[in-house]
């Protein structure tokens, strides 16, 4: 199987020996998987690749209309590393059961792929020109996504057993940050000191909000299309504050990063529209928008594209 270098080298450099091995597997699992749910042979990997394999696939129709078996459903098939997060992904899709998500097909959590509903036209919430128009739709797909953690008297913990330990703790992601100084010999390196404290001394403020379960990687390459209307992909299913969801909304389009006052004041009319529709406070946004660039960057440090998360940081800490 004809892989990009760029996918095999993420896989590698992610996920180490477990990532290689999966690789050497891949043409394996995707005969399994094709032979258990009966997927046509022309299984095409998406060319987008990043840290699952993904691939268009069909499969005989399961329509009543299409009982002759003639027709055929359009399917995505992924597969990653079995790990926390795709664990995590799974549990979340199975949860949210399509509602404001892609829905959930088959799965099997110990060889790591699941097939999934093709979202049909698929463009990206990215591909829209209008940022007003981008920012609204979004707030539509986060409030049909987001489960307060108690409905109806019932805790969605309880609901949620016992598949409710599998899902990220967002507390678990932001503990990370705990980890600048001693990698800086207690300093900060190139995350500025007055931006990182201004992070901590925020965060139990921010995560003294109600919690959710959320999307958790909710941005313009991850909500789509689709004859459903617009709906989210890949969710990470992370328990947390509802808030954090803006975080990734905010830095993306990734890498679209224009002028430091475009940037301003785009960011100011997103802050405005969230606080239209939602009633956050402005202040509020900003903080969890500040909180995930800084996040974000470290996750990245120092291999990856780190600096376009700090250079976001940095404009968000100078909005009032």
Known sequence: ???????????????????????????????????????????????????????????????????????????????????????????????????GVCQLLECDEEKGMFLLERLKPGKMLSELEDD????HIAVDVMQKLWRPLETSGLPLAQ????????????????????????HFEGGTGPFPTEILERVESSLPELFADEHCLIHGDFHHFNILSSERGWLVIDPKGVIGPAGYEIGPLMLNPWGSLMDNDQFKVQTKRRVDI?????????????????????????WDYPNLDWNYSLNCAKIFSELK
């Open 1 to 99: 199987m004809n892989l990009p270098p760029d996918f095999i080298r993420t896989i590698q450099t992610a996920f180490g020996d477990d990532g290689r091995d999966m690789l050497a597997r891949l043409p394996e699992l995707i005969a399994e998987a094709s032979l258990r749910w009966g997927l046509a042979e022309d299984v095409q990997p998406v060319p987008n690749l990043s840290y699952n394999f993904v691939a268009f696939a069909k499969r005989p129709s399961t329509t009543p209309q299409n009982a002759r078996g003639s027709a055929q459903d359009e399917v995505i098939l992924k597969i990653g590393v079995p790990h926390k997060e795709l664990n995590s992904e799974m549990e979340a899709l199975k949860f949210f059961n399509g509602e």
């Open 132 to 135: 007003d128009e981008r920012t």
């Open 159 to 182: 609901e949620l057993a016992p598949a409710f330990h599998k899902f990220i703790k967002l507390s678990d992601w932001f503990d990370g940050l705990k980890e600048i100084r001693p």
């Open 274 to 298: 969230l606080h239209e529709r939602l009633g956050w406070e402005r202040e509020m946004t900003i903080q969890w928008a500040l909180a995930h660039a800084v996040l974000s960057a470290w």
